[in-house]
Protein backbone atom coordinates (compact mmCIF):
# COMPACT_ATOMS: atom_id res chain seq x y z
CA UNK A 1 0.00 0.00 0.00
CA UNK A 2 1.31 3.32 -0.96
CA UNK A 3 1.70 5.65 2.17
CA UNK A 4 1.12 9.84 1.34
CA UNK A 5 2.96 12.37 2.90
CA UNK A 6 1.20 15.19 4.44
CA UNK A 7 3.00 18.47 3.00
CA UNK A 8 4.17 21.77 5.01
CA UNK A 9 4.66 24.97 4.55
CA UNK A 10 7.35 26.56 6.22
CA UNK A 11 7.73 30.38 7.07
CA UNK A 12 11.01 30.72 5.12
CA UNK A 13 12.94 31.47 2.40
CA UNK A 14 15.67 28.72 2.09
CA UNK A 15 16.01 26.21 -1.01
CA UNK A 16 15.61 23.17 1.79
CA UNK A 17 12.93 20.47 1.77
CA UNK A 18 12.81 18.44 4.93
CA UNK A 19 11.99 14.83 4.46
CA UNK A 20 11.58 11.78 6.23
CA UNK A 21 14.80 10.11 6.63
CA UNK A 22 14.26 7.23 4.59
CA UNK A 23 13.84 8.60 1.67
CA UNK A 24 17.50 9.81 1.59
CA UNK A 25 18.40 6.16 2.91
CA UNK A 26 17.18 5.28 -0.33
CA UNK A 27 17.64 7.84 -2.96
CA UNK A 28 20.07 10.53 -3.60
CA UNK A 29 17.99 13.54 -4.18
CA UNK A 30 18.51 16.94 -5.90
CA UNK A 31 15.42 18.34 -7.59
CA UNK A 32 11.58 18.53 -6.40
CA UNK A 33 8.90 18.24 -8.63
CA UNK A 34 4.95 19.23 -8.61
CA UNK A 35 3.19 18.82 -11.51
CA UNK A 36 5.08 20.41 -14.82
CA UNK A 37 7.29 22.59 -12.26
CA UNK A 38 10.36 21.75 -10.87
CA UNK A 39 13.20 23.35 -8.72
CA UNK A 40 16.61 22.03 -7.33
CA UNK A 41 16.82 22.04 -3.29
CA UNK A 42 18.59 20.65 -0.50
CA UNK A 43 17.12 18.00 0.80
CA UNK A 44 17.64 17.52 4.45
CA UNK A 45 16.42 14.41 7.14
CA UNK A 46 13.26 15.84 8.71
CA UNK A 47 13.95 15.46 12.18
CA UNK A 48 10.62 15.21 13.93
CA UNK A 49 8.40 13.11 11.62
CA UNK A 50 8.34 10.11 9.10
CA UNK A 51 4.83 10.57 7.70
CA UNK A 52 5.58 15.09 6.44
CA UNK A 53 7.57 16.69 3.80
CA UNK A 54 8.15 20.33 5.14
CA UNK A 55 8.51 22.83 2.24
CA UNK A 56 9.57 26.70 2.48
CA UNK A 57 7.67 29.41 1.30
CA UNK A 58 9.74 30.13 -1.54
CA UNK A 59 9.66 26.87 -2.96
CA UNK A 60 6.06 27.04 -2.16
CA UNK A 61 5.94 29.80 -4.68
CA UNK A 62 8.19 28.46 -7.08
CA UNK A 63 6.69 25.37 -7.62
CA UNK A 64 2.63 27.14 -7.10
CA UNK A 65 2.34 24.59 -4.93
CA UNK A 66 -1.46 25.01 -3.22
CA UNK A 67 -1.19 24.54 0.10
CA UNK A 68 -4.79 22.84 1.12
CA UNK A 69 -3.56 20.53 3.85
CA UNK A 70 -3.75 17.31 1.52
CA UNK A 71 -1.59 14.42 1.96
CA UNK A 72 -0.02 13.56 -1.30
CA UNK A 73 1.92 10.67 -3.04
CA UNK A 74 5.49 10.61 -3.79
CA UNK A 75 7.69 9.84 -6.79
CA UNK A 76 10.73 9.46 -8.19
CA UNK A 77 12.30 10.14 -11.24
CA UNK A 78 15.95 9.87 -11.10
CA UNK A 79 17.45 12.17 -8.62
CA UNK A 80 13.56 13.89 -8.22
CA UNK A 81 11.16 13.48 -6.03
CA UNK A 82 7.30 14.55 -7.20
CA UNK A 83 4.63 15.18 -5.34
CA UNK A 84 1.39 14.60 -6.23
CA UNK A 85 -0.55 13.93 -8.65
CA UNK A 86 -2.11 17.03 -9.28
CA UNK A 87 -4.80 16.03 -11.64
CA UNK A 88 -6.55 18.19 -13.71
CA UNK A 89 -10.10 17.39 -15.22
CA UNK A 90 -10.51 19.07 -18.85
CA UNK A 91 -14.23 20.12 -19.12
CA UNK A 92 -15.97 22.74 -21.42
CA UNK A 93 -19.55 25.13 -20.41
CA UNK A 94 -17.99 27.33 -17.15
CA UNK A 95 -19.77 30.15 -16.33
CA UNK A 96 -18.93 33.24 -14.49
CA UNK A 97 -21.12 32.23 -11.58
CA UNK A 98 -18.72 32.31 -8.68
CA UNK A 99 -21.13 29.64 -6.93
CA UNK A 100 -21.13 27.71 -9.97
CA UNK A 101 -18.18 27.57 -12.49
CA UNK A 102 -19.50 24.56 -14.42
CA UNK A 103 -23.62 25.39 -14.75
CA UNK A 104 -25.43 23.01 -13.45
CA UNK A 105 -22.55 20.24 -13.49
CA UNK A 106 -21.31 22.44 -10.58
CA UNK A 107 -22.12 20.01 -7.75
CA UNK A 108 -21.10 16.92 -9.54
CA UNK A 109 -17.46 18.77 -9.88
CA UNK A 110 -17.36 19.15 -6.39
CA UNK A 111 -18.24 16.01 -5.08
CA UNK A 112 -15.40 14.75 -7.73
CA UNK A 113 -12.88 16.98 -6.03
CA UNK A 114 -13.91 16.33 -2.69
CA UNK A 115 -11.96 12.59 -2.54
CA UNK A 116 -8.57 14.80 -2.73
CA UNK A 117 -7.52 13.72 1.15
CA UNK A 118 -8.61 10.09 0.62
CA UNK A 119 -7.11 9.74 -2.55
CA UNK A 120 -3.75 11.54 -1.94
CA UNK A 121 -3.87 13.78 -5.20
CA UNK A 122 -4.80 17.29 -6.12
CA UNK A 123 -7.96 17.42 -8.39
CA UNK A 124 -8.96 20.87 -10.40
CA UNK A 125 -11.36 21.36 -12.94
CA UNK A 126 -10.41 23.93 -15.86
CA UNK A 127 -11.18 24.57 -19.59
CA UNK A 128 -9.18 25.31 -22.91
CA UNK A 129 -9.78 28.86 -21.97
CA UNK A 130 -7.96 28.51 -18.38
CA UNK A 131 -4.31 27.54 -20.33
CA UNK A 132 -1.56 30.18 -20.71
CA UNK A 133 0.60 28.42 -22.65
CA UNK A 134 3.75 31.08 -22.95
CA UNK A 135 3.39 30.48 -19.27
CA UNK A 136 2.79 27.12 -18.67
CA UNK A 137 0.16 27.70 -16.24
CA UNK A 138 -3.08 27.14 -15.91
CA UNK A 139 -6.23 28.87 -13.65
CA UNK A 140 -7.47 25.66 -11.86
CA UNK A 141 -10.73 25.85 -9.83
CA UNK A 142 -10.59 23.82 -7.28
CA UNK A 143 -13.13 22.90 -4.49
CA UNK A 144 -11.87 24.06 -0.98
CA UNK A 145 -13.72 24.38 2.43
CA UNK A 146 -16.83 23.80 0.79
CA UNK A 147 -16.31 26.42 -1.74
CA UNK A 148 -14.68 26.90 -5.07
CA UNK A 149 -11.22 28.90 -6.16
CA UNK A 150 -9.08 29.55 -8.94
CA UNK A 151 -5.61 29.03 -8.28
CA UNK A 152 -2.63 29.16 -11.25
CA UNK A 153 -0.86 26.33 -11.11
CA UNK A 154 1.42 24.24 -13.37
CA UNK A 155 0.21 21.73 -16.04
CA UNK A 156 -0.72 18.31 -14.52
CA UNK A 157 0.77 15.16 -14.16
CA UNK A 158 -2.53 13.36 -16.01
CA UNK A 159 -5.76 15.13 -17.40
CA UNK A 160 -9.20 13.45 -17.11
CA UNK A 161 -11.48 13.43 -19.29
CA UNK A 162 -15.41 15.10 -18.46
CA UNK A 163 -16.06 16.69 -21.71
CA UNK A 164 -19.97 16.84 -21.88
CA UNK A 165 -20.75 15.60 -24.95
CA UNK A 166 -19.85 14.47 -28.61
CA UNK A 167 -20.19 18.44 -29.59
CA UNK A 168 -17.57 19.58 -27.17
CA UNK A 169 -15.82 16.84 -28.23
CA UNK A 170 -15.76 17.20 -31.65
CA UNK A 171 -14.58 20.28 -31.68
CA UNK A 172 -11.63 21.95 -33.16
CA UNK A 173 -10.36 24.13 -30.70
CA UNK A 174 -10.31 21.77 -27.83
CA UNK A 175 -9.21 18.85 -30.30
CA UNK A 176 -6.13 20.90 -30.29
CA UNK A 177 -5.97 21.60 -27.07
CA UNK A 178 -5.91 17.52 -26.15
CA UNK A 179 -3.26 16.92 -29.02
CA UNK A 180 -0.89 19.39 -27.82
CA UNK A 181 -1.34 18.69 -23.88
CA UNK A 182 -0.58 15.06 -25.32
CA UNK A 183 2.22 15.24 -27.52
CA UNK A 184 3.96 18.11 -26.52
CA UNK A 185 3.76 18.12 -22.94
CA UNK A 186 3.35 14.49 -22.33
CA UNK A 187 0.79 14.24 -20.40
CA UNK A 188 -1.17 11.09 -20.08
CA UNK A 189 -4.80 11.92 -21.20
CA UNK A 190 -7.46 9.35 -19.75
CA UNK A 191 -11.58 8.73 -20.75
CA UNK A 192 -11.14 10.49 -24.20
CA UNK A 193 -13.92 10.22 -26.51
CA UNK A 194 -17.26 8.59 -26.43
CA UNK A 195 -18.12 5.44 -27.85
CA UNK A 196 -19.63 4.33 -31.02
CA UNK A 197 -22.36 2.03 -30.78
CA UNK A 198 -21.65 0.10 -33.57
CA UNK A 199 -17.86 0.48 -33.44
CA UNK A 200 -17.62 -1.08 -29.77
CA UNK A 201 -20.04 -4.05 -31.33
CA UNK A 202 -17.49 -4.56 -34.42
CA UNK A 203 -14.19 -4.19 -32.28
CA UNK A 204 -15.70 -6.78 -29.88
CA UNK A 205 -17.44 -8.76 -31.87
CA UNK A 206 -13.86 -9.94 -32.95
CA UNK A 207 -13.06 -11.17 -29.32
CA UNK A 208 -13.83 -14.54 -28.46
CA UNK A 209 -14.05 -13.78 -24.90
CA UNK A 210 -16.75 -11.83 -24.93
CA UNK A 211 -18.33 -12.23 -28.48
CA UNK A 212 -21.40 -14.37 -26.90
CA UNK A 213 -22.23 -11.12 -24.72
CA UNK A 214 -22.93 -9.40 -28.29
CA UNK A 215 -26.37 -9.19 -29.40
CA UNK A 216 -26.59 -9.29 -32.90
CA UNK A 217 -26.13 -5.33 -34.47
CA UNK A 218 -26.22 -4.25 -37.94
CA UNK A 219 -26.10 -0.68 -39.35
CA UNK A 220 -29.23 0.14 -41.05
CA UNK A 221 -29.37 -1.28 -44.91
CA UNK A 222 -32.44 -2.10 -46.22
CA UNK A 223 -36.14 -3.66 -44.88
CA UNK A 224 -35.36 -6.79 -45.75
CA UNK A 225 -32.34 -7.22 -43.10
CA UNK A 226 -35.04 -5.42 -40.48
CA UNK A 227 -37.37 -8.34 -41.93
CA UNK A 228 -34.70 -10.91 -41.21
CA UNK A 229 -33.67 -10.20 -38.07
CA UNK A 230 -37.46 -10.07 -36.98
CA UNK A 231 -38.21 -13.28 -38.14
CA UNK A 232 -34.92 -14.65 -36.23
CA UNK A 233 -35.51 -12.86 -32.97
CA UNK A 234 -39.28 -11.45 -32.95
CA UNK A 235 -38.32 -7.65 -32.26
CA UNK A 236 -36.01 -5.65 -32.97
CA UNK A 237 -34.58 -2.02 -31.42
CA UNK A 238 -33.58 0.76 -33.66
CA UNK A 239 -31.05 3.18 -32.32
CA UNK A 240 -28.80 6.00 -33.11
CA UNK A 241 -25.10 4.83 -33.42
CA UNK A 242 -24.11 8.07 -31.46
CA UNK A 243 -27.28 8.04 -29.27
CA UNK A 244 -27.45 8.77 -25.50
CA UNK A 245 -30.03 8.86 -22.61
CA UNK A 246 -32.60 6.18 -24.49
CA UNK A 247 -33.29 8.82 -26.65
CA UNK A 248 -34.52 7.86 -30.54
CA UNK A 249 -34.74 4.29 -29.51
CA UNK A 250 -37.70 2.49 -31.24
CA UNK A 251 -38.65 -1.26 -30.58
CA UNK A 252 -40.46 -3.01 -33.27
CA UNK A 253 -42.22 -6.21 -32.91
CA UNK A 254 -43.62 -8.57 -34.74
CA UNK A 255 -46.60 -10.53 -34.13
CA UNK A 256 -46.28 -13.70 -36.83
CA UNK A 257 -50.20 -14.46 -35.88
CA UNK A 258 -51.76 -11.25 -36.86
CA UNK A 259 -49.02 -10.30 -39.36
CA UNK A 260 -48.94 -7.03 -37.94
CA UNK A 261 -46.31 -4.28 -36.99
CA UNK A 262 -45.85 -2.59 -33.72
CA UNK A 263 -43.57 0.01 -33.17
CA UNK A 264 -43.00 1.63 -29.10
CA UNK A 265 -40.94 4.52 -28.93
CA UNK A 266 -41.10 7.92 -27.34
CA UNK A 267 -42.57 10.72 -29.38
CA UNK A 268 -40.92 14.64 -29.46
CA UNK A 269 -43.65 15.74 -26.75
CA UNK A 270 -42.08 12.81 -24.41
CA UNK A 271 -45.22 10.57 -24.88
CA UNK A 272 -44.76 6.78 -24.90
CA UNK A 273 -45.93 5.54 -28.18
CA UNK A 274 -47.70 1.80 -29.13
CA UNK A 275 -48.46 1.89 -32.85
CA UNK A 276 -49.91 -0.70 -34.79
CA UNK A 277 -49.40 -0.93 -38.79
CA UNK A 278 -49.92 -3.55 -41.42
CA UNK A 279 -46.61 -4.00 -43.42
CA UNK A 280 -43.11 -2.96 -42.10
CA UNK A 281 -42.91 -0.74 -45.16
CA UNK A 282 -45.71 1.55 -43.35
CA UNK A 283 -44.43 1.53 -39.93
CA UNK A 284 -40.89 3.05 -41.58
CA UNK A 285 -43.16 5.62 -43.67
CA UNK A 286 -45.16 7.18 -40.53
CA UNK A 287 -42.43 7.20 -37.87
CA UNK A 288 -39.57 7.36 -39.44
CA UNK A 289 -40.62 9.97 -41.73
CA UNK A 290 -38.62 12.85 -40.32
CA UNK A 291 -35.55 10.57 -39.95
CA UNK A 292 -32.36 9.67 -41.38
CA UNK A 293 -31.97 6.16 -41.12
CA UNK A 294 -28.13 6.13 -42.31
CA UNK A 295 -27.12 6.95 -38.32
CA UNK A 296 -29.36 4.29 -36.76
CA UNK A 297 -27.97 0.60 -36.01
CA UNK A 298 -31.05 -2.54 -35.90
CA UNK A 299 -30.05 -4.74 -33.02
CA UNK A 300 -31.75 -7.92 -32.11
CA UNK A 301 -34.39 -7.77 -29.58
CA UNK A 302 -33.80 -10.14 -26.02
CA UNK A 303 -36.41 -11.53 -23.83
CA UNK A 304 -35.52 -10.30 -20.63
CA UNK A 305 -36.37 -11.02 -17.30
CA UNK A 306 -39.10 -8.96 -15.74
CA UNK A 307 -40.76 -8.00 -12.61
CA UNK A 308 -44.29 -6.71 -12.83
CA UNK A 309 -44.56 -7.13 -16.78
CA UNK A 310 -42.17 -4.67 -16.72
CA UNK A 311 -38.61 -5.36 -18.35
CA UNK A 312 -35.48 -5.44 -16.20
CA UNK A 313 -31.74 -4.24 -17.63
CA UNK A 314 -28.66 -3.36 -15.33
CA UNK A 315 -26.09 -0.44 -15.01
CA UNK A 316 -22.96 -1.83 -13.87
CA UNK A 317 -19.55 0.60 -13.64
CA UNK A 318 -16.06 -0.73 -13.68
CA UNK A 319 -13.17 1.57 -12.60
CA UNK A 320 -9.49 0.99 -12.54
CA UNK A 321 -7.53 1.58 -9.25
CA UNK A 322 -4.60 2.85 -7.98
CA UNK A 323 -2.60 -0.13 -9.29
CA UNK A 324 -4.20 -0.36 -12.60
CA UNK A 325 -6.67 -3.17 -12.11
CA UNK A 326 -10.33 -3.16 -12.87
CA UNK A 327 -12.77 -3.31 -10.47
CA UNK A 328 -16.89 -3.71 -10.44
CA UNK A 329 -17.75 -0.27 -8.13
CA UNK A 330 -21.27 -0.34 -8.73
CA UNK A 331 -24.57 -2.04 -9.87
CA UNK A 332 -27.84 -1.25 -9.77
CA UNK A 333 -31.24 -2.91 -11.91
CA UNK A 334 -33.04 -0.68 -14.00
CA UNK A 335 -36.82 -0.89 -14.62
CA UNK A 336 -38.55 0.20 -17.36
CA UNK A 337 -41.71 2.86 -17.10
CA UNK A 338 -44.86 1.91 -17.97
CA UNK A 339 -45.21 2.05 -21.83
CA UNK A 340 -41.61 2.58 -22.07
CA UNK A 341 -38.53 1.43 -24.62
CA UNK A 342 -36.00 1.52 -22.45
CA UNK A 343 -35.29 2.02 -18.42
CA UNK A 344 -34.25 5.52 -18.26
CA UNK A 345 -35.40 7.43 -15.25
CA UNK A 346 -36.92 10.33 -18.17
CA UNK A 347 -39.21 7.59 -19.53
CA UNK A 348 -40.29 6.49 -16.65
CA UNK A 349 -37.76 4.18 -15.28
CA UNK A 350 -36.98 2.66 -11.85
CA UNK A 351 -33.49 2.49 -10.12
CA UNK A 352 -33.75 -0.94 -7.44
CA UNK A 353 -30.96 -2.66 -5.99
CA UNK A 354 -31.05 -5.97 -6.88
CA UNK A 355 -32.32 -7.04 -3.65
CA UNK A 356 -35.84 -5.62 -4.07
CA UNK A 357 -36.49 -7.43 -6.81
CA UNK A 358 -34.69 -10.81 -6.30
CA UNK A 359 -34.16 -13.70 -3.93
CA UNK A 360 -31.18 -13.81 -2.04
CA UNK A 361 -30.13 -16.91 -4.19
CA UNK A 362 -31.03 -14.82 -7.67
CA UNK A 363 -28.88 -11.99 -6.29
CA UNK A 364 -25.83 -14.15 -6.42
CA UNK A 365 -26.42 -15.93 -9.53
CA UNK A 366 -26.59 -12.35 -11.42
CA UNK A 367 -24.59 -10.06 -9.42
CA UNK A 368 -21.62 -12.96 -10.24
CA UNK A 369 -22.69 -13.26 -13.62
CA UNK A 370 -22.85 -9.36 -14.44
CA UNK A 371 -19.29 -8.90 -12.64
CA UNK A 372 -17.88 -11.47 -14.85
CA UNK A 373 -18.94 -10.09 -17.94
CA UNK A 374 -18.40 -6.42 -16.95
CA UNK A 375 -14.65 -7.38 -15.98
CA UNK A 376 -13.90 -9.44 -19.26
CA UNK A 377 -15.89 -6.79 -21.15
CA UNK A 378 -13.78 -4.14 -19.79
CA UNK A 379 -10.27 -5.91 -20.34
CA UNK A 380 -11.66 -6.73 -23.58
CA UNK A 381 -12.42 -2.70 -24.71
CA UNK A 382 -8.99 -1.99 -22.97
CA UNK A 383 -7.24 -4.06 -25.63
CA UNK A 384 -9.02 -2.98 -28.75
CA UNK A 385 -10.31 0.63 -28.08
CA UNK A 386 -7.38 3.56 -28.48
CA UNK A 387 -6.28 5.37 -25.60
CA UNK A 388 -6.48 5.47 -21.96
CA UNK A 389 -9.84 3.97 -20.12
CA UNK A 390 -10.09 4.04 -16.66
CA UNK A 391 -13.54 3.63 -16.18
CA UNK A 392 -16.42 2.34 -18.11
CA UNK A 393 -20.50 2.32 -17.58
CA UNK A 394 -22.06 -0.88 -19.12
CA UNK A 395 -25.91 -1.70 -20.02
CA UNK A 396 -26.67 -5.34 -19.38
CA UNK A 397 -29.18 -7.42 -19.45
CA UNK A 398 -30.03 -10.90 -18.46
CA UNK A 399 -32.59 -13.03 -20.64
CA UNK A 400 -34.60 -15.46 -19.02
CA UNK A 401 -32.13 -18.41 -19.48
CA UNK A 402 -30.17 -16.33 -17.27
CA UNK A 403 -27.46 -15.47 -19.91
CA UNK A 404 -25.72 -11.94 -20.07
CA UNK A 405 -26.32 -9.43 -22.80
CA UNK A 406 -24.07 -6.23 -23.44
CA UNK A 407 -26.57 -3.35 -24.92
CA UNK A 408 -24.37 -0.48 -24.50
CA UNK A 409 -20.90 0.64 -22.90
CA UNK A 410 -20.48 4.65 -22.24
CA UNK A 411 -16.89 5.76 -21.50
CA UNK A 412 -18.53 8.98 -19.53
CA UNK A 413 -21.33 7.08 -17.65
CA UNK A 414 -24.19 8.88 -16.06
CA UNK A 415 -24.37 8.77 -12.71
CA UNK A 416 -28.75 8.52 -12.31
CA UNK A 417 -28.48 5.36 -10.32
CA UNK A 418 -27.14 7.29 -7.31
CA UNK A 419 -30.06 8.59 -6.56
CA UNK A 420 -30.91 5.49 -5.30
CA UNK A 421 -30.15 5.93 -1.32
CA UNK A 422 -28.78 2.70 -0.86
CA UNK A 423 -26.30 3.45 -4.03
CA UNK A 424 -24.68 6.45 -1.76
CA UNK A 425 -21.23 4.27 -0.49
CA UNK A 426 -20.87 3.17 -3.88
CA UNK A 427 -21.31 6.69 -5.83
CA UNK A 428 -18.60 7.25 -3.42
CA UNK A 429 -16.36 4.50 -4.12
CA UNK A 430 -16.68 5.38 -8.25
CA UNK A 431 -15.52 8.88 -7.68
CA UNK A 432 -12.12 7.46 -5.62
CA UNK A 433 -11.25 5.56 -8.06
CA UNK A 434 -11.67 7.30 -11.13
CA UNK A 435 -9.30 9.92 -9.47
CA UNK A 436 -7.37 7.14 -7.87
CA UNK A 437 -6.41 5.81 -11.05
CA UNK A 438 -4.74 9.38 -11.87
CA UNK A 439 -2.14 7.88 -9.31
CA UNK A 440 -1.14 4.38 -11.21
CA UNK A 441 -1.00 7.01 -14.56
CA UNK A 442 1.49 9.50 -13.09
CA UNK A 443 3.76 6.18 -11.86
CA UNK A 444 3.83 4.46 -15.06
CA UNK A 445 4.65 8.10 -16.81
CA UNK A 446 7.68 8.17 -15.07
CA UNK A 447 8.45 4.02 -14.86
CA UNK A 448 7.08 3.05 -18.42
CA UNK A 449 5.87 6.03 -20.76
CA UNK A 450 6.21 4.08 -23.69
CA UNK A 451 3.01 2.07 -22.91
CA UNK A 452 1.32 5.07 -22.79
CA UNK A 453 2.56 7.43 -25.34
CA UNK A 454 2.37 4.68 -28.67
Not at 89 to 103: N, R, Y
Not at 176 to 196: A, D, S, T
Request: charged letters at 25%; a negative charge; one cysteine or more.
Amino acid sequence: MRKHYLIEVAQNDQLVVFVPPAMLREKELTRLAFGSRSLEVDFIPHPDHDDRISISRKIQQALQFPSFNIPLHVFYDMQTLMIGPLVGIFTAGFTSLPLEPIGDRTQFFSKLLSVNKMVGAIPFVFGEQHIDWDLGTIKGYFYHNSGWESVDIPFPNVIYDRLPNRRSENNPRLIKVRERLQKEYLIPWYNPGFFNKLDIHERLIQDDTVSNFLPETLPFSSFSSIETMLSNHGHVFIKPKNGSLGLGVHQIIYDKHSDDYFCRYQDASGVNRLRKFSSLERLMATVFANQSLENMLVQQGINLLRSESRSIDFRVHTNKDDLGNWHVSAMAAKIAGPGSVTTHTRNGGDIKIMEEIFSTEECILYNERLSNAALLLSDALDQHVEGIIGEIGFDLGIDRKGEVWLFEANSKPGRSIFTHPELKDFDLLTRKLSIAFAVFLTEQSLLHPEGLFK
